[in-house]
Each structure stands twice: as C-alpha cells, then as structure tokens.
C-alpha cells in the first residue's frame, strides 16, 4: 500500500499507468479512491497516468483533526504538496462532487499545480446544504458532546476509517474531545460559508477567476441536479459542458457507482479534452 508522508501526514495513494500526462482523480464525500480506481484504469489505457489518493480523514490516509483553515482548503495544499513529491505537477483533475469542489480550489489556491478542470457531479442547492454538514461534521461533534471520543470511534464512518487504518483509532482516542469539537466546529463553520446554490460553497465570482481549460459533466440527483453544473459551466471562464444522456432522478444522492455503464463514454471524452489542452 504505497504510503507518502506530505505536510506531516501519511497519504495512501496509487498511480495507475506507466506514463503519459498526470491526472489526478479525487472522489466525492468522505469516500475512499477505490470508486474510482476503473474509471482511472480506462484513463491510464488511453495514454495517462493517474493519481489517486485518499484525502487526510478519508479512506487509508491518516486522520489529523487540526487546522484553522476549512478541511477542503486543507486538502488542496495536500494534493499540490502530493503532486510535487511525486514530479507530477501540473496535473489534469478530475473531480467529482466534493472532489470537484476541491479540484476548483486547487486551481484557485494552487494554480501552478492545475494544468485542467474536469468536473463531474457539481454539488449545490437546499438538499445539498441540508444534508451535508451533519454528515460531514454534526454527527461527529454530537457524538464527542454526548461520549467522548469512544462515541466518535463507535460512529460508522470512523469504524470504516479505523478498518482502513488501524492506527487511527490510537490518533482519535488520544484526542482531547473539546479540542476534537473545537476543530471539527471550525470545520462546520468553514463549510457553511459562502453560497448554497448554484455551487456549494463557492461563490461565481470565485468560479469566473479559474483560469485553465474546464470541462463540466453534470450529476443527475439531488445533490448534484444538473442545472447546478449546467450553472458552473456558465461561471467558469470557457468552460465546456458535456451532458450525459440521463434524466434527473428525485433521490437524494446516487452514488457513483450508479454511473458505472457510463465510463467508457466518460473515459474517451475525458481524454479526448486532454488531448485538446495538451495540443494548445
């Protein structure tokens, strides 16, 4: 399992194909790359090589509950610090939900590391902003409030964390719980700034300041409804809108596994974009 220690932090991550142009993939929530390992694969067969890696908090990577700026903010200086250990910089990213949220603060934050945007599955809107701050944050600052950081271990997610890293659950009970609440609130508040719609979080002043190639593929659920990724494509300077033929569905979230028989079509427009920047 290869393992770089970046900013202090251990990050599980994979590389898929042998050369050709870098693009990083980072998936949505709070999930691990594994969704999106056969995906990465038809990329690398097309002529790239792909990075994956589980985000700090997520997946196998190591749990770190510190730091003022908002968790997102965090994770863009960890995939640009990952990215120049690795020589891959700048890199295509491909991103989907909050992933895609992610990629475009790279661009904000880190512009010498983004080479292009691919976006998939924008999230925005009241569902969105309803469900994810208490899955992200509240039920992990509810659960420290009423048992401690045993109540936090016992929580499902974190189980899932601990499965993939046993080490974490050292980490996490080793916290004080009101420095864990302290850190996890700031979090919430972080993630709470900014707009609701028509992206989560980012502002369109904010999504007409990137400044590289963007290709957006809008999400078909609740959570990620296609208008506000049709609405990202329009903030974004130049960006290009792909449109799958599917139909808005009235759930909540689908998950990206739902979006399986879709990746052939998915891997060849993605790489034929990436051919088109690469040939600019």
Do not use: K
Not at 24 to 40: D, K, Q
Not at 206 to 221: E, H, K, Q
Not at 244 to 260: K, Q, S, Y
Request: charged content about 20%.
């Amino acid at each position: 399992m290869p393992i770089a220690q970046v900013r202090g932090v251990h990050l599980h991550h994979e590389v898929i194909g042998p050369s050709g142009p870098w693009v990083a993939m980072i998936t949505g929530g709070r999930r691990s790359y594994a969704e999106f390992v056969p995906l990465a694969t038809r990329i690398a067969e097309a002529g790239f090589r792909v990075l994956l890696h589980d985000r700090r908090n997520t997946g196998a990577s190591q749990i770190v509950i510190a730091g003022e700026q908002g968790e997102e903010e965090i994770w863009t200086d960890d995939i640009a610090a990952l990215l120049e250990h690795l020589g891959a910089a700048p890199a295509f990213f491909i991103g989907a939900s909050s992933g895609a949220r992610t990629s475009m603060l790279t661009a904000l934050r880190h512009p010498q590391a983004v080479r292009a945007l691919l976006l998939m599955r924008v999230t925005g809107g009241a569902v969105a902003a309803a469900r994810l701050p208490e899955q992200y944050y509240g039920q992990f600052i509810r659960a420290a409030r009423e048992g401690g950081m045993a109540a936090v271990c016992a929580t499902e997610a974190i189980r899932e964390r601990i499965a993939a890293h046993p080490p974490n659950e050292a980490v996490l009970m080793a916290l004080d719980p009101q420095h864990y609440i302290a850190v996890m609130s700031n979090w919430l508040d972080c993630f709470e700034r900014g707009p609701r719609a028509p992206v989560l979080g980012l502002s369109e002043a904010r999504m007409a300041a990137i400044r590289v190639p963007t290709l957006v593929v809008p999400g078909n659920d609740r959570t990620h409804a296609s208008a506000n990724g049709r609405a990202a494509a329009a903030a974004i300077p130049g960006a290009e809108l792909f449109e799958l033929a599917i139909d808005d569905l009235d759930v909540p979230l689908l998950p990206f596994t739902a979006w399986a028989p879709h990746e052939p079509l998915l891997a060849q427009v993605f790489a034929d974009f990436m051919r088109r920047v690469a040939a600019r």
